[in-house]
Structure formats: structure tokens, C-alpha cells
């Protein structure tokens, strides 16, 4: 080998704010300056980091896209040592934007290259916004390594855009990223990454964004595959991460195959670290990776926390009725913002059992959280006898129970609306499906924590939280008891909906697979109970659209990957034979 044995990547993984372009170029600047100290030859920053992702329809608008640009020119200025900055970024082309990376270096955007693989699937629109770049990709000679530079999708796709790097001569291939997680992705994510690394013959540097965008999750877990498919190095999921790696550099067979080779564009030569600090050995960064109900609480804890802080909220407020979901949802606020900035209000009516009671003001307790008692029965008697006269003759029924629900949902507001606390709403995915809950009621807030999350999993996931700890944060009793609105006497949600057990398989079929009436009933489901809960999830899309964001931990959650229309007569079958 002629040239360098190794190059020296930061990879800079950085929670990020959409619009915040100052916040952002600051960011990318310190984060920088660290890399030079360091002595690296490239810093690697996420998938359009001045801007954040996704930006959105932010990019229709020609004066966003301008000071984007801006931006990134003002943080060249800043990129005056040898180490070369590639950073996401909006290029545009007469009327074209291009989801680009630009390759930075002596205070100029020397190069930028454009993605060529746009994901338009899931809560992927991207084709909305830009033109994909064609395969006449460039690459760049830095530290004296020849680098190949992609964005995201790109590495997906099979013998597609690294592998033509390599075989134009790459030596190292760069793939900076802003992916969303959902359960499993990492596991998914690696063994792409160890395929495509084989399958070029070169390692691969996937740098990942993290942090909480709307329902998005990023989870960083940014790593470094070798040529052999095998991890040299992983950085931390759920954290913001600044780690130096050293890449080995492989010796590279000549491929003699007219037009494979690519035009290299000269950044920096291995001559010219003289003067950057001496690049001693050290040890890699290698994350532990933790197990499947930590990676989902952390990501629930993560999109809480910068959902709350990056809208301007400091605190939040929750109902706690002493079940399991508002005692998980506290839980969560508590680990992802501090006990002393969750407020819990029990608001019992003369349905609430004792039990519920307690069970409330001992979690608040274990919680370390301020909570505070505001009885409902007299105001829901005020209104049932407001109401009287309107309801004569008309027999008792959910809306007189759904008021209830109502009333909280206003007391809650109010405290918002007085305290500047965001309120956050309690119901989970199984719930959210089948419409089991009260608009302008329980549905009332800022952030569905758990709008994601089916009620088995919530289970699941409280007593993973409890076993954190010798003292059972969540009480033992909320996870034994019988699941209950305590909107009448003795009622159970086992009288309205089927098990959880089977409700949830159903839901999961349904909506996350997509699987038809027919092919649920014969996988083994009921089929009159399959109608049902079908009926349920379809009519109930006018709920969820006016329900508040959740966060996003499955492959299709309600939101952006799941767009069905509310006005919808479609049934399968109703065409004539």
C-alpha cells in the first residue's frame, strides 16, 4: 500500500432543529473545531443538517432556501484547518433543489454531491421536494484517501451508488443520514450495512442524525462497518455523539472495465498533515446495545423530551387516573424531563374506585412529581342538570359517561392554558385504533406519548421500567388490575373491546401490515370479530385526525405513515359479480 493506512473520521452525531439554521450552524461549527483538534481528516455531519430534517414544505418557501444556503456558506468560513467538513444540505439548480451533501474545505464549498435515491415511501415524501442527482458522482481525495460521499437512501440500494464508488475506485465510502427509528431498525440497519460493505469490498462510515422531530425519532447509533461486513465501531443510540474513528484503508484490486473509473476531486493530500496534530492510535468507540424495551423507552424519552423542549415548553402537565397508561406516559415525563417539571392532577368522579386513587398518588410519589386533587362530580352534575331539559326522554348512555372525560380534558387545559404546561394525553395505539376514547376528552393536549404503543407493549414496558430500580416506580397493583375507564360502575374495557391479547395481533395486522379481513380470519382470527374491530379502526379515522401527534416507534403508526381519508366509503368486495 501506497498510500495512507487509515483516515481519520469524526463523526459527528448532533441533535439538530428543524428551521434553526444559526442553532444549527453553531452546532456544526463547535462540533468542528473539536474534529480539527483531533486531528481528523473529515467530519462528517447528518443528512441536511443546517436545516434540520425533514424540513418539510419549509422548502417551497424561496427565502427558506436561500438563507439555507447562506448558512452554509457563512460555516465555511469557519472550515480553515485541514480537516474537510461534508454536511447536508439544499443545493439548488435554476428550479431544482437537490438533497445534497457538500464537501467543504478552505473555507469553500468545493464540491456537493446530490442523492441520487429519494424515498418516497412511509413518512418519506421527498420526491414532493427535490430532483434526484444522476450517477455521475464524483470522488474526493482526502487525507490522500480516495472517499465516495452518498446520502442516506443511496447506500440502501443494491449494487447501486457504493458500489459503483468502489469499483470507480473508492477506497472508503462516506453515507451521511437523518433515519427515523421504529422497532428493530438498528438490527436492520446493520445488516444492510455489513452486506453493502461486502458487497463493495470497502468499509462503510453511516453517520446517523438523533433527536425528536414532531412523531420522528432519530436514533443516531452511527457506526462503522469494514470491509469484511463486521462492526469496527458504534457510537451511542439516543445521545448526541462527537467520536474521532480511524478506517483502516484496504488495498483495492484494479477493475479494468471501461467507464468504471470516476473523476476524483483533489482535497487534501496525505502531505499535508505536517501540521495537524500527531494521529496516535486509539481505542474505537463500540456503544453496548441494549435491549429491545430499553431502545423503545429511550426513544419514547427522547421524542418527548425535544418535542416539549424545541416547541418552547419547560414542563408538562398529565391526568393521572391510576392505570397503567397515564402511570407509564408520567413515568416516561419524568425520566425524559425531571420530576420537577411534571405536574400530575387526579380528578376523580364518584365512579373512581379507592383503589385508582392510591394507586395515582403513589406513583406521583415514587415519581418524586407535584400532583394535586381536583374533583369532577361537581361539575358534572352542573352540567348533567344544564343539560337536563335538552336530554328529556332520552335514556342515559356514553354521553353522559364521555362528559366526564370532557370535564377533565378542560380542567387540564385550563392549567395549561394559566401555567404555560404542556398537556399529554394518555391514550395508547390499541386504544387510538378502535376510537376507545372521547374527543375533546382524553384526546386533548399537546403530545400522544404513547399514540404509538399497543396497550400489550405498554405492559411490557412499565415493568421493564420497574426492574431499572429496586422500588417498583410504577405500583404493582396499576399492572394487575383490570383495565377500566371508571366512567360508570364496575366497568372493565374488557366489556367494550375484546382481550388485549387478541385485540392487538388484530390491529397489528390490520394497520401495520395491512393485511385484509380475509387474510386475518385466516390466520385464525374470528371473523365476526374481525368485522368489528375493522369497522372500529376505519370509522374512527375522523378521531385521529384531530388527536395530537404521537411518537413514532413502529414501521406504520397513525400520522404520516398512515394516510386514509375520513370520508371513505371504500369496503373490499362491494362490487357486483
Known sequence: ??????????????????GDLAGNMAALSQAYDCAETAGADIA????????GYPPEDLLLKPGFVEDLQEAVEQFALGVTGHCTAVLGWVERHGSELFNAAAVVHDCKILSSYRKQALPNYGVFDEKRYFSAGNADQCLYEIGGVIVSVTVCEDVWVDAGPVLAAARGGAAIAVNINASPFHIGKQQVRQEMLSRRAIEAGIPVVYLNLVGG?????FDGGSVVVGADGEIEARLPRFETACSVVDVPVVDLPVVDEPGASLAVL????????????EKENHSQPLAEVGSPMEEVWKALVLGLHDYVTKNGFAQVVIGLSGGVDSSIVAALATDALGPESVHGVLMPSRFSSDHSLSDAEELARNLGIDYRTVPIEAAHLALLDLLAPSFE???????????????????????SNKFGWMVLTTGNKSETAVGYSTLYGDTAGGLAVIKDVPKLLVYELCAWRNAQQSLDVI????????PSAELRP???????????????????????????TEELVAIGHDAELVSKIVGLIDTAEYKRRQSPPGIRISQ?????DRRIPITNLYAPGQLPE
Not at 422531530?213 to 425519532?217: H, I
Not at 483533489?266 to 496534530?277: D, F, I, L, R, T
Not at 406504520?556 to 404520516?560: E, I, P, V
Open 266 to 277: 483533489h482535497v487534501s493530500s496525505a502531505q499535508e498533515k505536517s501540521n495537524s496534530p
Open 475 to 482: 405500583p404493582s397493583s396499576v399492572l394487575t388490575k383490570a
Open 490 to 516: 364496575d366497568q372493565r374495557d374488557d366489556q367494550s373491546l375484546p382481550a388485549y391479547e387478541v385485540l392487538d395481533p388484530i390491529i397489528e395486522g390490520y394497520v401495520d401490515q395491512d393485511l385484509t
Open 44 to 51: 462528517l455531519f447528518p443528512e441536511l443538517a443546517i436545516c
Open 393 to 415: 326522554g332520552h335514556t342515559a348512555d356514553l354521553t353522559e359517561e364521555n362528559l366526564q372525560s370532557r370535564i377533565r380534558g378542560v380542567l387540564l387545559m385550563a392549567l
Open 1 to 18: 500500500m501506497t498510500g495512507p493506512s487509515k483516515l481519520r473520521v469524526a463523526m459527528c452525531q448532533l441533535n439538530l432543529r428543524v
Open 213 to 217: 422531530q414532531d412523531e420522528l425519532v
Open 556 to 560: 406504520k403508526a397513525f400520522g404520516r
